[in-house]
Protein backbone atom coordinates (compact mmCIF):
# COMPACT_ATOMS: atom_id res chain seq x y z
CA UNK A 1 0.00 0.00 0.00
CA UNK A 2 2.69 2.41 1.07
CA UNK A 3 4.72 1.86 -2.47
CA UNK A 4 1.30 1.93 -4.57
CA UNK A 5 0.86 5.99 -2.47
CA UNK A 6 4.81 6.35 -3.41
CA UNK A 7 3.90 5.24 -7.15
CA UNK A 8 1.01 7.75 -7.17
CA UNK A 9 3.03 10.66 -5.48
CA UNK A 10 6.18 10.01 -7.97
CA UNK A 11 3.78 9.87 -11.41
CA UNK A 12 2.29 13.42 -10.07
CA UNK A 13 5.66 14.28 -9.51
CA UNK A 14 7.16 17.41 -11.61
CA UNK A 15 10.43 14.84 -12.57
CA UNK A 16 7.33 12.64 -14.22
CA UNK A 17 6.03 15.62 -15.79
CA UNK A 18 9.11 16.15 -17.48
CA UNK A 19 9.55 12.50 -18.05
CA UNK A 20 6.10 12.73 -19.99
CA UNK A 21 7.18 15.99 -22.05
CA UNK A 22 10.56 13.86 -22.61
CA UNK A 23 8.58 11.10 -24.01
CA UNK A 24 6.72 12.78 -26.06
CA UNK A 25 9.89 14.14 -27.93
CA UNK A 26 10.74 11.20 -27.86
CA UNK A 27 7.11 10.41 -29.91
CA UNK A 28 7.18 13.14 -31.98
CA UNK A 29 10.38 12.00 -34.27
CA UNK A 30 9.61 8.04 -33.52
CA UNK A 31 6.18 8.13 -35.65
CA UNK A 32 7.40 11.43 -38.34
CA UNK A 33 11.36 10.21 -38.67
CA UNK A 34 11.03 7.60 -41.76
CA UNK A 35 9.22 10.02 -43.74
CA UNK A 36 10.35 11.80 -46.75
CA UNK A 37 14.09 10.34 -47.48
CA UNK A 38 17.87 10.27 -46.27
CA UNK A 39 18.95 13.36 -45.70
CA UNK A 40 22.40 14.14 -47.22
CA UNK A 41 24.87 14.02 -44.96
CA UNK A 42 23.44 10.87 -43.66
CA UNK A 43 24.41 8.58 -46.28
CA UNK A 44 28.08 10.12 -45.47
CA UNK A 45 27.60 8.86 -41.99
CA UNK A 46 26.51 5.47 -43.36
CA UNK A 47 29.89 5.39 -45.68
CA UNK A 48 31.63 5.91 -42.87
CA UNK A 49 30.72 4.34 -40.52
CA UNK A 50 31.84 1.22 -43.02
CA UNK A 51 35.33 2.69 -42.80
CA UNK A 52 34.84 3.48 -39.13
CA UNK A 53 38.42 5.32 -38.24
CA UNK A 54 39.44 7.65 -35.04
CA UNK A 55 39.20 10.56 -37.64
CA UNK A 56 37.66 12.01 -40.69
CA UNK A 57 38.74 14.79 -42.52
CA UNK A 58 36.20 16.75 -41.31
CA UNK A 59 34.65 15.53 -38.14
CA UNK A 60 35.50 13.35 -35.59
CA UNK A 61 34.41 9.65 -35.67
CA UNK A 62 31.57 9.79 -33.08
CA UNK A 63 28.39 10.17 -35.25
CA UNK A 64 29.97 7.79 -38.10
CA UNK A 65 30.28 5.15 -35.22
CA UNK A 66 26.66 5.64 -33.78
CA UNK A 67 25.17 5.00 -37.59
CA UNK A 68 27.23 1.59 -37.60
CA UNK A 69 25.78 1.10 -34.14
CA UNK A 70 22.50 2.03 -35.17
CA UNK A 71 22.33 -0.22 -38.13
CA UNK A 72 24.12 -3.14 -36.67
CA UNK A 73 21.58 -2.99 -33.53
CA UNK A 74 18.54 -1.67 -35.09
CA UNK A 75 18.81 -2.39 -39.18
CA UNK A 76 18.89 -0.19 -42.10
CA UNK A 77 15.91 1.68 -41.58
CA UNK A 78 15.54 5.35 -41.42
CA UNK A 79 14.06 4.80 -37.84
CA UNK A 80 17.06 3.19 -36.89
CA UNK A 81 19.66 5.06 -38.39
CA UNK A 82 17.53 8.25 -36.85
CA UNK A 83 16.96 6.53 -33.08
CA UNK A 84 19.94 8.25 -31.09
CA UNK A 85 19.15 11.26 -32.51
CA UNK A 86 15.54 10.93 -31.34
CA UNK A 87 16.82 10.01 -28.17
CA UNK A 88 19.18 12.95 -27.83
CA UNK A 89 16.54 15.10 -28.42
CA UNK A 90 14.15 13.44 -25.93
CA UNK A 91 16.86 13.86 -23.40
CA UNK A 92 17.86 17.51 -23.79
CA UNK A 93 14.01 17.99 -22.85
CA UNK A 94 14.71 16.10 -19.17
CA UNK A 95 17.57 17.88 -18.42
CA UNK A 96 16.38 21.39 -19.54
CA UNK A 97 13.63 20.97 -17.17
CA UNK A 98 16.31 19.35 -14.54
CA UNK A 99 18.40 22.32 -15.04
CA UNK A 100 15.28 24.51 -14.15
CA UNK A 101 14.86 22.92 -10.91
CA UNK A 102 18.40 23.62 -9.91
CA UNK A 103 18.06 26.67 -10.42
CA UNK A 104 14.91 27.07 -8.18
CA UNK A 105 12.12 26.98 -11.08
CA UNK A 106 8.78 25.15 -10.05
CA UNK A 107 6.40 23.15 -12.45
CA UNK A 108 5.64 25.99 -14.76
CA UNK A 109 8.89 26.74 -15.48
CA UNK A 110 10.09 23.61 -15.68
CA UNK A 111 7.29 22.85 -18.51
CA UNK A 112 7.71 26.20 -19.87
CA UNK A 113 11.36 25.48 -21.06
CA UNK A 114 10.58 21.89 -21.76
CA UNK A 115 8.44 23.58 -24.39
CA UNK A 116 10.84 25.48 -25.56
CA UNK A 117 12.85 23.01 -26.98
CA UNK A 118 9.58 20.69 -28.40
CA UNK A 119 8.65 23.47 -30.39
CA UNK A 120 12.54 25.02 -31.04
CA UNK A 121 12.38 25.15 -35.07
CA UNK A 122 16.17 24.00 -34.91
CA UNK A 123 16.05 21.07 -32.39
CA UNK A 124 13.19 19.52 -34.32
CA UNK A 125 15.33 19.16 -37.09
CA UNK A 126 18.01 18.22 -35.44
CA UNK A 127 16.81 15.46 -33.67
CA UNK A 128 14.65 14.18 -36.86
CA UNK A 129 17.93 13.46 -38.40
CA UNK A 130 21.22 11.57 -37.71
CA UNK A 131 23.77 14.75 -36.95
CA UNK A 132 26.17 15.44 -34.67
CA UNK A 133 24.33 18.38 -34.03
CA UNK A 134 21.87 16.36 -32.71
CA UNK A 135 24.25 15.28 -29.84
CA UNK A 136 25.66 18.57 -29.30
CA UNK A 137 23.09 20.42 -27.38
CA UNK A 138 22.70 17.59 -24.82
CA UNK A 139 26.50 17.79 -24.34
CA UNK A 140 26.54 21.30 -23.62
CA UNK A 141 23.64 21.14 -21.34
CA UNK A 142 24.96 17.87 -19.39
CA UNK A 143 27.91 19.55 -18.77
CA UNK A 144 26.93 23.03 -17.92
CA UNK A 145 24.04 21.29 -15.42
CA UNK A 146 26.97 19.97 -13.59
CA UNK A 147 28.62 22.37 -13.04
CA UNK A 148 25.69 24.15 -11.40
CA UNK A 149 26.00 20.90 -9.00
CA UNK A 150 29.26 21.51 -8.31
CA UNK A 151 28.71 25.11 -7.53
CA UNK A 152 25.19 25.37 -5.87
CA UNK A 153 26.30 21.76 -3.51
CA UNK A 154 30.20 22.30 -3.64
CA UNK A 155 30.32 18.93 -5.13
CA UNK A 156 34.54 19.09 -6.87
CA UNK A 157 34.30 15.56 -7.64
CA UNK A 158 31.50 16.20 -10.42
CA UNK A 159 34.33 17.84 -12.39
CA UNK A 160 35.61 14.25 -13.42
CA UNK A 161 32.32 13.50 -15.09
CA UNK A 162 32.36 16.97 -16.81
CA UNK A 163 35.71 15.95 -18.18
CA UNK A 164 34.06 12.60 -19.40
CA UNK A 165 31.66 13.85 -21.12
CA UNK A 166 33.73 16.92 -22.72
CA UNK A 167 36.03 13.95 -24.09
CA UNK A 168 33.23 12.45 -25.49
CA UNK A 169 31.49 16.01 -26.83
CA UNK A 170 35.53 15.99 -28.67
CA UNK A 171 35.08 13.05 -30.42
CA UNK A 172 31.70 14.37 -31.10
CA UNK A 173 32.40 17.80 -32.58
CA UNK A 174 35.12 20.14 -32.65
CA UNK A 175 32.94 22.98 -31.19
CA UNK A 176 33.23 21.65 -27.54
CA UNK A 177 36.41 23.98 -27.90
CA UNK A 178 34.08 27.04 -27.58
CA UNK A 179 32.24 24.98 -24.47
CA UNK A 180 35.33 25.18 -23.06
CA UNK A 181 36.70 28.30 -23.23
CA UNK A 182 33.39 30.21 -22.68
CA UNK A 183 32.76 28.21 -19.14
CA UNK A 184 36.60 29.15 -18.49
CA UNK A 185 36.08 32.41 -18.98
CA UNK A 186 32.82 32.74 -17.29
CA UNK A 187 34.12 31.04 -14.03
CA UNK A 188 36.68 33.33 -14.12
CA UNK A 189 34.94 36.61 -14.14
CA UNK A 190 32.86 35.86 -11.70
CA UNK A 191 32.99 34.64 -8.23
CA UNK A 192 33.14 31.07 -8.96
CA UNK A 193 37.01 31.25 -10.00
CA UNK A 194 37.58 29.28 -6.72
CA UNK A 195 36.27 26.44 -8.34
CA UNK A 196 39.28 26.18 -11.28
CA UNK A 197 41.60 25.79 -7.65
CA UNK A 198 40.54 22.66 -7.26
CA UNK A 199 42.51 19.38 -8.50
CA UNK A 200 39.62 18.11 -10.01
CA UNK A 201 39.41 20.37 -12.57
CA UNK A 202 42.69 19.35 -13.88
CA UNK A 203 41.82 15.55 -13.59
CA UNK A 204 39.24 16.12 -15.56
CA UNK A 205 40.70 17.80 -18.31
CA UNK A 206 43.24 15.00 -18.50
CA UNK A 207 40.18 12.86 -18.81
CA UNK A 208 38.89 14.88 -21.64
CA UNK A 209 42.57 14.48 -23.25
CA UNK A 210 43.18 11.31 -22.53
CA UNK A 211 39.74 10.75 -24.51
CA UNK A 212 40.35 12.88 -27.20
CA UNK A 213 44.03 11.99 -27.87
CA UNK A 214 43.37 9.26 -30.43
CA UNK A 215 41.50 11.77 -32.86
CA UNK A 216 44.65 14.22 -32.12
CA UNK A 217 46.85 11.99 -33.41
CA UNK A 218 45.04 10.91 -36.52
CA UNK A 219 44.28 14.91 -37.32
CA UNK A 220 47.95 15.52 -36.99
CA UNK A 221 49.17 12.45 -38.79
CA UNK A 222 47.09 13.18 -41.81
CA UNK A 223 48.23 16.92 -42.21
CA UNK A 224 45.03 18.51 -40.06
CA UNK A 225 42.37 18.28 -42.69
CA UNK A 226 39.51 19.76 -41.03
CA UNK A 227 41.78 22.96 -40.75
CA UNK A 228 42.55 22.81 -44.63
CA UNK A 229 38.69 22.57 -45.23
CA UNK A 230 37.66 25.14 -43.25
CA UNK A 231 39.64 27.60 -44.86
CA UNK A 232 38.65 26.10 -48.03
CA UNK A 233 34.81 26.66 -47.41
CA UNK A 234 35.49 30.13 -45.78
CA UNK A 235 37.23 31.05 -49.31
CA UNK A 236 34.08 30.06 -50.53
CA UNK A 237 31.94 32.15 -48.09
CA UNK A 238 32.65 35.48 -48.79
CA UNK A 239 30.40 37.57 -47.39
CA UNK A 240 30.10 41.41 -46.18
CA UNK A 241 31.10 40.61 -42.40
CA UNK A 242 28.21 42.91 -41.37
CA UNK A 243 25.59 41.81 -42.98
CA UNK A 244 26.81 38.24 -42.59
CA UNK A 245 26.84 39.19 -38.55
CA UNK A 246 23.27 40.85 -39.04
CA UNK A 247 22.18 37.69 -40.66
CA UNK A 248 23.74 35.33 -37.98
CA UNK A 249 22.02 37.13 -35.32
CA UNK A 250 18.64 37.63 -36.71
CA UNK A 251 17.98 33.94 -38.13
CA UNK A 252 18.81 33.01 -33.42
CA UNK A 253 15.47 34.24 -33.16
CA UNK A 254 13.84 31.80 -36.35
CA UNK A 255 15.73 29.62 -34.72
CA UNK A 256 14.69 29.02 -31.90
CA UNK A 257 11.25 30.00 -32.86
CA UNK A 258 10.06 33.55 -32.44
CA UNK A 259 7.99 32.71 -29.53
CA UNK A 260 10.63 31.64 -27.04
CA UNK A 261 13.26 34.71 -28.25
CA UNK A 262 11.52 36.32 -24.91
CA UNK A 263 11.93 33.37 -22.85
CA UNK A 264 15.79 33.96 -23.89
CA UNK A 265 16.13 37.46 -23.30
CA UNK A 266 14.92 36.75 -19.28
CA UNK A 267 17.51 34.14 -19.65
CA UNK A 268 20.25 36.94 -19.69
CA UNK A 269 17.92 38.89 -17.02
CA UNK A 270 17.96 35.92 -14.75
CA UNK A 271 21.91 35.39 -15.07
CA UNK A 272 22.91 39.05 -15.01
CA UNK A 273 20.42 41.23 -13.26
CA UNK A 274 18.70 38.43 -10.65
CA UNK A 275 20.06 38.25 -7.05
CA UNK A 276 19.39 34.42 -7.70
CA UNK A 277 20.96 34.17 -10.70
CA UNK A 278 24.66 35.88 -9.50
CA UNK A 279 25.72 32.47 -8.39
CA UNK A 280 25.35 31.19 -12.14
CA UNK A 281 26.17 34.43 -14.07
CA UNK A 282 29.27 32.19 -15.23
CA UNK A 283 26.47 30.50 -17.86
CA UNK A 284 25.58 33.98 -19.08
CA UNK A 285 28.86 35.02 -20.10
CA UNK A 286 29.58 31.58 -21.03
CA UNK A 287 26.88 32.25 -23.94
CA UNK A 288 27.68 35.90 -24.49
CA UNK A 289 31.59 34.44 -25.05
CA UNK A 290 30.36 31.61 -27.86
CA UNK A 291 28.76 34.04 -29.52
CA UNK A 292 30.91 36.73 -29.82
CA UNK A 293 33.54 33.92 -30.65
CA UNK A 294 31.48 32.83 -33.42
CA UNK A 295 30.72 36.63 -34.69
CA UNK A 296 34.29 37.27 -34.62
CA UNK A 297 35.30 33.90 -36.70
CA UNK A 298 32.66 34.87 -38.88
CA UNK A 299 30.74 31.68 -38.84
CA UNK A 300 28.88 30.48 -42.03
CA UNK A 301 26.20 28.53 -40.63
CA UNK A 302 23.88 29.68 -38.24
CA UNK A 303 23.30 27.24 -36.14
CA UNK A 304 26.13 26.97 -34.25
CA UNK A 305 24.83 28.72 -31.91
CA UNK A 306 22.10 26.12 -30.78
CA UNK A 307 23.54 24.50 -28.34
CA UNK A 308 23.28 27.50 -25.65
CA UNK A 309 19.45 27.65 -26.37
CA UNK A 310 18.47 25.45 -23.30
CA UNK A 311 21.30 26.98 -20.99
CA UNK A 312 19.20 30.27 -21.60
CA UNK A 313 15.56 28.91 -22.18
CA UNK A 314 16.11 27.27 -18.52
CA UNK A 315 17.19 30.32 -16.55
CA UNK A 316 14.55 32.61 -18.32
CA UNK A 317 12.07 29.94 -17.67
CA UNK A 318 12.87 30.38 -14.06
CA UNK A 319 12.57 34.59 -14.61
CA UNK A 320 9.38 34.77 -16.32
CA UNK A 321 7.67 32.45 -13.57
CA UNK A 322 9.10 35.02 -11.23
CA UNK A 323 7.37 37.50 -12.65
CA UNK A 324 4.14 35.88 -12.83
CA UNK A 325 4.14 33.81 -10.03
CA UNK A 326 0.39 33.59 -8.63
CA UNK A 327 -1.32 34.24 -11.90
CA UNK A 328 -2.22 30.90 -12.80
CA UNK A 329 -4.72 32.00 -15.74
CA UNK A 330 -1.67 34.16 -17.47
CA UNK A 331 0.40 30.84 -17.28
CA UNK A 332 -1.98 28.78 -18.67
CA UNK A 333 -2.48 31.41 -21.70
CA UNK A 334 1.59 31.39 -22.34
CA UNK A 335 1.60 27.70 -22.37
CA UNK A 336 -1.24 27.35 -24.68
CA UNK A 337 -0.05 29.73 -27.27
CA UNK A 338 3.80 28.48 -26.87
CA UNK A 339 2.44 25.03 -28.02
CA UNK A 340 0.17 26.70 -30.80
CA UNK A 341 2.51 28.25 -32.38
CA UNK A 342 4.66 25.37 -32.37
CA UNK A 343 2.23 23.24 -33.82
CA UNK A 344 1.75 26.22 -36.71
CA UNK A 345 5.35 26.36 -37.15
CA UNK A 346 6.24 22.42 -36.52
CA UNK A 347 5.97 20.87 -40.53
CA UNK A 348 8.41 23.47 -41.28
CA UNK A 349 11.43 21.47 -39.36
CA UNK A 350 9.27 17.52 -38.81
CA UNK A 351 8.46 15.73 -41.70
CA UNK A 352 4.50 15.06 -40.40
CA UNK A 353 3.05 16.30 -43.39
CA UNK A 354 2.41 14.05 -46.68
CA UNK A 355 4.89 15.72 -49.20
CA UNK A 356 2.13 17.32 -51.50
CA UNK A 357 1.10 18.57 -48.74
CA UNK A 358 3.83 19.80 -47.28
CA UNK A 359 4.84 21.26 -51.14
CA UNK A 360 1.67 24.21 -50.42
CA UNK A 361 2.63 24.70 -46.89
CA UNK A 362 5.84 25.35 -47.95
CA UNK A 363 4.72 28.79 -49.89
CA UNK A 364 3.16 29.60 -46.84
CA UNK A 365 6.15 28.18 -44.51
CA UNK A 366 9.08 30.33 -45.94
CA UNK A 367 7.54 33.79 -45.35
CA UNK A 368 6.64 32.43 -41.64
CA UNK A 369 9.61 31.23 -40.89
CA UNK A 370 12.65 31.49 -42.76
CA UNK A 371 15.32 29.39 -41.86
CA UNK A 372 18.59 28.94 -43.73
CA UNK A 373 17.48 30.44 -46.27
CA UNK A 374 15.37 33.73 -47.44
CA UNK A 375 11.97 33.57 -49.25
CA UNK A 376 13.40 35.29 -52.62
CA UNK A 377 16.17 32.43 -52.98
CA UNK A 378 12.80 29.91 -53.85
CA UNK A 379 11.74 28.66 -56.65
CA UNK A 380 7.56 29.12 -56.70
CA UNK A 381 7.10 25.18 -56.53
CA UNK A 382 10.01 24.93 -54.65
CA UNK A 383 9.90 22.53 -51.61
CA UNK A 384 12.09 24.63 -48.34
CA UNK A 385 14.80 23.78 -46.86
CA UNK A 386 15.68 21.58 -44.51
CA UNK A 387 13.28 18.74 -46.01
CA UNK A 388 14.27 19.60 -49.46
CA UNK A 389 17.53 18.35 -48.52
CA UNK A 390 15.87 14.52 -47.81
CA UNK A 391 14.28 14.87 -51.11
CA UNK A 392 15.59 13.56 -54.94
CA UNK A 393 18.26 11.02 -53.89
CA UNK A 394 16.62 7.99 -55.40
CA UNK A 395 15.65 9.73 -58.55
CA UNK A 396 19.68 10.90 -58.53
CA UNK A 397 20.76 7.13 -58.13
CA UNK A 398 18.00 6.02 -60.69
CA UNK A 399 19.59 8.44 -63.39
CA UNK A 400 22.89 7.27 -62.45
CA UNK A 401 22.18 3.20 -62.67
CA UNK A 402 20.10 3.41 -66.08
CA UNK A 403 23.66 5.07 -67.04
CA UNK A 404 25.75 2.13 -65.89
CA UNK A 405 23.28 -0.27 -66.97
CA UNK A 406 23.36 0.87 -70.67
CA UNK A 407 27.06 -0.41 -70.87
CA UNK A 408 28.30 -3.92 -71.78
CA UNK A 409 28.76 -6.26 -68.59
CA UNK A 410 32.32 -6.38 -69.85
CA UNK A 411 32.27 -2.30 -69.64
CA UNK A 412 30.70 -2.36 -66.24
CA UNK A 413 32.70 -4.95 -64.42
CA UNK A 414 35.67 -2.29 -65.02
CA UNK A 415 33.54 0.75 -65.05
CA UNK A 416 33.65 3.52 -61.44
CA UNK A 417 31.13 5.42 -60.14
CA UNK A 418 32.87 8.74 -59.78
CA UNK A 419 31.06 11.24 -58.11
CA UNK A 420 32.14 14.93 -57.49
CA UNK A 421 30.21 15.68 -54.45
CA UNK A 422 30.52 13.43 -51.21
CA UNK A 423 26.28 13.41 -51.18
CA UNK A 424 26.16 11.85 -54.45
CA UNK A 425 28.94 9.37 -53.96
CA UNK A 426 27.41 8.34 -50.32
CA UNK A 427 23.74 8.17 -52.07
CA UNK A 428 25.17 5.55 -54.59
CA UNK A 429 26.98 3.45 -52.06
CA UNK A 430 24.00 3.40 -49.93
CA UNK A 431 20.84 3.09 -52.10
CA UNK A 432 22.66 1.98 -55.31
CA UNK A 433 22.49 -1.69 -54.31
CA UNK A 434 18.78 -1.88 -54.91
CA UNK A 435 19.86 -0.87 -58.45
CA UNK A 436 23.02 -2.97 -58.57
CA UNK A 437 25.55 -0.56 -58.58
CA UNK A 438 29.11 -0.82 -57.12
CA UNK A 439 30.41 1.40 -54.71
CA UNK A 440 31.24 4.37 -55.40
CA UNK A 441 34.89 6.81 -55.23
CA UNK A 442 34.81 10.20 -54.74
CA UNK A 443 37.89 12.81 -53.93
CA UNK A 444 35.27 14.67 -51.72
CA UNK A 445 35.98 15.23 -47.58
CA UNK A 446 36.37 11.52 -46.33
CA UNK A 447 35.68 9.51 -49.87
CA UNK A 448 39.25 11.02 -50.83
CA UNK A 449 40.82 8.57 -48.03
CA UNK A 450 39.30 5.82 -49.11
CA UNK A 451 41.06 5.83 -52.45
CA UNK A 452 40.09 4.80 -56.31
CA UNK A 453 38.57 1.14 -54.70
CA UNK A 454 41.67 -0.18 -57.68
CA UNK A 455 39.75 0.96 -60.20
CA UNK A 456 42.00 2.04 -62.85
CA UNK A 457 39.42 4.55 -64.80
CA UNK A 458 39.56 3.02 -67.92
CA UNK A 459 35.50 3.48 -67.91
CA UNK A 460 34.49 6.43 -65.74
CA UNK A 461 31.04 7.23 -64.97
CA UNK A 462 31.36 11.23 -63.34
CA UNK A 463 28.35 12.04 -61.53
CA UNK A 464 29.65 16.33 -61.43
CA UNK A 465 32.46 17.43 -62.11
CA UNK A 466 33.69 20.19 -64.92
CA UNK A 467 33.70 19.39 -68.66
CA UNK A 468 36.95 21.15 -69.17
CA UNK A 469 38.67 19.65 -66.38
CA UNK A 470 37.57 16.46 -67.14
CA UNK A 471 38.80 16.51 -70.85
CA UNK A 472 42.21 17.08 -69.42
CA UNK A 473 42.19 13.94 -67.87
CA UNK A 474 40.58 11.89 -70.15
CA UNK A 475 40.88 10.96 -73.92
CA UNK A 476 36.86 11.04 -74.36
CA UNK A 477 34.21 12.62 -72.35
CA UNK A 478 30.12 12.80 -73.53
CA UNK A 479 27.69 13.85 -71.53
CA UNK A 480 25.01 10.99 -71.45
CA UNK A 481 22.43 12.25 -68.61
CA UNK A 482 21.41 15.03 -66.13
CA UNK A 483 19.58 14.37 -63.01
CA UNK A 484 16.79 17.12 -62.47
CA UNK A 485 14.24 17.33 -59.58
CA UNK A 486 12.09 20.37 -59.41
CA UNK A 487 11.16 19.91 -55.84
CA UNK A 488 14.32 19.95 -54.74
CA UNK A 489 17.70 22.32 -55.05
CA UNK A 490 20.34 20.05 -53.39
CA UNK A 491 20.27 17.40 -56.40
CA UNK A 492 19.07 19.50 -59.45
CA UNK A 493 20.63 20.23 -63.08
CA UNK A 494 23.93 17.91 -62.27
CA UNK A 495 25.11 16.43 -65.29
CA UNK A 496 26.41 13.07 -65.73
CA UNK A 497 29.42 12.37 -67.97
CA UNK A 498 30.79 9.02 -69.66
CA UNK A 499 34.84 9.81 -69.57
CA UNK A 500 36.82 7.08 -71.42
CA UNK A 501 40.83 5.97 -71.42
CA UNK A 502 42.14 8.07 -68.41
CA UNK A 503 45.28 8.95 -69.57
CA UNK A 504 46.97 8.84 -66.35
CA UNK A 505 45.88 5.46 -63.94
CA UNK A 506 43.87 6.47 -61.27
CA UNK A 507 45.97 5.19 -58.43
CA UNK A 508 48.16 7.47 -59.69
CA UNK A 509 46.47 10.18 -60.83
CA UNK A 510 43.90 10.40 -57.71
CA UNK A 511 45.34 14.23 -56.10
CA UNK A 512 43.62 14.97 -59.63
CA UNK A 513 40.44 14.36 -58.35
CA UNK A 514 40.49 15.61 -54.44
CA UNK A 515 37.57 17.93 -54.27
CA UNK A 516 36.91 20.90 -51.45
CA UNK A 517 40.38 20.88 -49.54
Given at each position: MINSKKSIIFLQSDVAILCYL????????FLTNGQYGYFFDEFYFIAGGEHLDWGFPDHPPLVFAIANISRWLLGDSLFALRFFAAVAGSLTVLFTGLMVRELGGGRFAQCLAAFCVIVSPMYLWHHTVLTMNAFEPLIWLLCTYITILIVKHNSPKLWLLVGLIVGIGWLNKYSIVFFCFGLLVGLLITSNRQLLLTRYIWIAGLIAFTIALPNLIWQTTHGWPFFE??????ADYQVDFWISTINFTLQQIFQMHPLTFPITLAGFYYYFRDKEGKSYRFIGWLCIVVFGLLIILEAREIYYLAPIYPLLWASGAVQVEKLIYNRRRLKSIILAVLITGGIITMPASLPVLPLETFISYSRFSRYLLPIWEYPFMLEPKQVTAPHRWTLGWQEAVA????????LLPSEQAKCAILAWDYNYAGAIDVLGGAYDLPKSISGDIGYYFWGPRKYSGEIVISVGGDLNYLKQLFNQVN???MITNQKVGKSSNTPIYLCRQIKIPLEQSWLNFRNHW
Open positions: SLAKLLLHIQKALKTVAKVYHSQVA
